[in-house]
C-alpha cells in the first residue's frame, strides 16, 4: 500500500490548531466587511455543496492561515477577510476549527479574498521574507504567492468599489482581464467573480463583490431564493386564475349558442 500524506506523522513539536492563537489582536476595519462575507458564503454554498457531495471543504472568513512556525506564533499567520479550501474536512477530530494550519494540511485555498478598507497597499505588498528584522512580516501579495499558492487571490477595495483577481501561473501572480460581463472566471469552481449594485440586510444600495454561475446567471441568497420562489407562486396562481377566467367566458358563450359544454368534457 502507498503511502499518502495524511498517513505521514507529524514531528510533535509542529503545534495544530487547538494549540495556535485564534486571532492576531486585530478587529474588523469597517463595518462592511462581516455582511460582505455573508453575502460571500452564502450564494454559493449550494454551489461548493455540489461540487463537494461528502461535504469535506472549509470556508474561512477573517481566520489565520498558519504557513510558518513563529515566535510569537501570530507572526507567522495571515487572516484573509475570506477563503475557500476544497477536500479538506469542515471540521477536524470533531472540534471546530480555530485556524487553517498549511504544514498539517498541504492543502492550499483555492481562492483568498481580502477586502481592503483602504488602497490595498497593504494586501498587494510583495515584502519578502528575506533581509526582515526580527519581529517584521512579509507582504501579504508575497505570502499568498510565494507560500502558501493560492491558485486565485481577490483583492476588492470597498471605498473605491476597485476589485483585482490574481491566477497563480507558473509560481506567480498574473492579474486577471475581465469578461465581457466584466467578471472574473474562476474555473475550477465554475463561477464568475465580479461586482454588483443592490441592498443587502440592513444595508443600502451599494457595491457588493459576488458570485455569477458560468452563464452571467447571478447565485442568490438564501433571502432572494425565498423571493424569487414566492414570485414563481404567484405567477402560477395567476396564470391558474387567468385561465380559469377564461373557461368560464368560455362556456358561457357555449351556453348562448345552446352548447352545454358539461356534455363534452
Known amino acids: 500500500m502507498s503511502e499518502t500524506l495524511a498517513d505521514i506523522a507529524i514531528p510533535p513539536q509542529f503545534p495544530d490548531h487547538t494549540q495556535l492563537p485564534e486571532s492576531d489582536g486585530t478587529f474588523v476595519k469597517n463595518f462592511q466587511e462581516h455582511p460582505q462575507s455573508i453575502i460571500i458564503t452564502d450564494s454559493i454554498i449550494q454551489t461548493l455543496q455540489k461540487l463537494h457531495p461528502d461535504g469535506q471543504f472549509c470556508i474561512g472568513q477573517d481566520c489565520g492561515i498558519y504557513w510558518r512556525e ?23 477530530d470533531g472540534k471546530i476549527r480555530r485556524s487553517y494550519v498549511l504544514w498539517r494540511e498541504y492543502i492550499p ?4 479574498i481580502e477586502l481592503a478598507s483602504g488602497n490595498g497597499e497593504e494586501e498587494r505588498d510583495k515584502t519578502p521574507l528575506a533581509g526582515l528584522q526580527p519581529g517584521e512580516k512579509p507582504g501579504k501579495f508575497w505570502v499568498y504567492e510565494r507560500v502558501i499558492r493560492a491558485p486565485y487571490y481577490a483583492i476588492y477595495e470597498v471605498n473605491s468599489g476597485n476589485l483585482e483577481v490574481y491566477h497563480l501561473v507558473d ?12 467578471h472574473y ?12 449594485q443592490g441592498s443587502y440586510l440592513n444595508n443600502p444600495d451599494q457595491v457588493w463583490l459576488r458570485w455569477w454561475d458560468n452563464q ?18 404567484e405567477q402560477q396562481q395567476q396564470r391558474a386564475e387567468q385561465a380559469e377566467s377564461k373557461a368560464a367566458k368560455l362556456a358561457a358563450k357555449l351556453r348562448e349558442l345552446g352548447i352545454n ?5
Open 171 to 182: 509560481f506567480s501572480y498574473y492579474k486577471m482581464q475581465p469578461n465581457e460581463r466584466g
Open 216 to 233: 452571467g446567471n447571478l447565485l442568490l441568497v438564501g433571502k432572494e431564493e425565498a423571493q424569487l420562489e414566492r414570485l414563481r407562486t
Open 70 to 92: 513563529t515566535e510569537p506564533p501570530e507572526k507567522g499567520t495571515v487572516a484573509p477577510d475570506w477563503f475557500y479550501v476544497p477536500d479538506v474536512p469542515p471540521r477536524l
Open 261 to 265: 359544454p358539461e356534455d363534452h368534457l
Open 185 to 196: 472566471p474562476i474555473l475550477p469552481l465554475g463561477v464568475e467573480l465580479g461586482l454588483w
Open 109 to 112: 485555498p483555492l481562492i483568498v
